[in-house]
C-alpha cells in the first residue's frame, strides 16, 4: 500500500473519552488505566486479555501502545455499534504519525496469531490496500471471512501515546452527537459520518 493513500488514521472511543484525549492525547491503555478520572472502556474483556497478554517484537506488550485503525468502518466498530450502549466517536489523527519513533504497523488485528507486525512506515509495503480499505469482509467461506476480517483491523502501535497535536477532528454517527462532541472538545472539528458507523 502507497503511503499517499494513508489520509488520517482513526482511534475509536466513547464520546465520554473525548475531553481527556484532547488533554491528554491517545494513550496506551496501561497509561490510560493511570489517569485519576479512568476512561471509559467498551473493548471486551476476553479480547482485552488476550491484548494484555501479547508481546510486540519489539521487546514491549501490545497494552504499551496506542493503537489506531487505519479506518474504522472494521469489525471491531460493527461489534461496538452491535453491543454498546454508550455514545462513540472516532478521533481522526494525522498520518504523521507514521513517523513516530518506534512505531508499529500490523497487517491485521493486533491480537491475532496470524498478524505480522512490521516498522512504521516501511511497513505500509506489505499492507494490501483493498484488503485494509475494503467496504465489507463477508464471505461465503468461513475461513476467508475470518482472514478478511483480521486484515481489514490492520493498526498503527504507536509507543505509550499519541499526541493531540495530530487530531484533525473526529467523527461522529448523527448530528444529536455533534453539540456534546464539540463542548469537550472546542476547536475540534466534529463531523457527521455515518458509513463508518455503519449506519
Not at 489520509?7 to 485519576?36: D, F
Not at 454517527?173 to 455503519?198: H, I, K
Request: charge should be neutral; include cysteine.
Amino acid at each position: 500500500m502507497h503511503r499517499s493513500r494513508v489520509t488520517e488514521l482513526h482511534y475509536i472511543t466513547p464520546v465520554a473519552n473525548l475531553g481527556s484525549i484532547v488533554t491528554h492525547g491517545v494513550l496506551s491503555h496501561n497509561l490510560a488505566t493511570r489517569l485519576p478520572d479512568t476512561p471509559v472502556f467498551i473493548a471486551d474483556a476476553d479480547v482485552q486479555g488476550r491484548r494484555a497478554e501479547k508481546p510486540v517484537p519489539q521487546g514491549r506488550w501490545l497494552h504499551d501502545y496506542a493503537n489506531l485503525y487505519f479506518h474504522a468502518h472494521n469489525p471491531m466498530m460493527y461489534t461496538l455499534k452491535k453491543n454498546s450502549v454508550v455514545p462513540l466517536t472516532v478521533v481522526r489523527l494525522d498520518p504523521a504519525v507514521l513517523d513516530s519513533p518506534n512505531s508499529v504497523i500490523t497487517d491485521g488485528n493486533a491480537a491475532s496469531h496470524y498478524t505480522r507486525f512490521l516498522p512504521s512506515p516501511s511497513g505500509l509495503d506489505q499492507l494490501k490496500e483493498d484488503q485494509v480499505y475494503a467496504v465489507s469482509w463477508d464471505d461465503p467461506n468461513p475461513i476467508r471471512k475470518a482472514e478478511k476480517g483480521r486484515a481489514r483491523c490492520a493498526e498503527l502501535l504507536v509507543p505509550d501515546r499519541v499526541d493531540s497535536r495530530f487530531i484533525l477532528g473526529c467523527y461522529v454517527d448523527r448530528r444529536s452527537r455533534r453539540s456534546e462532541c464539540a463542548s469537550q472538545s472546542p476547536g475540534v472539528l466534529v463531523e457527521v459520518n455515518t458509513y463508518v458507523f455503519f449506519d
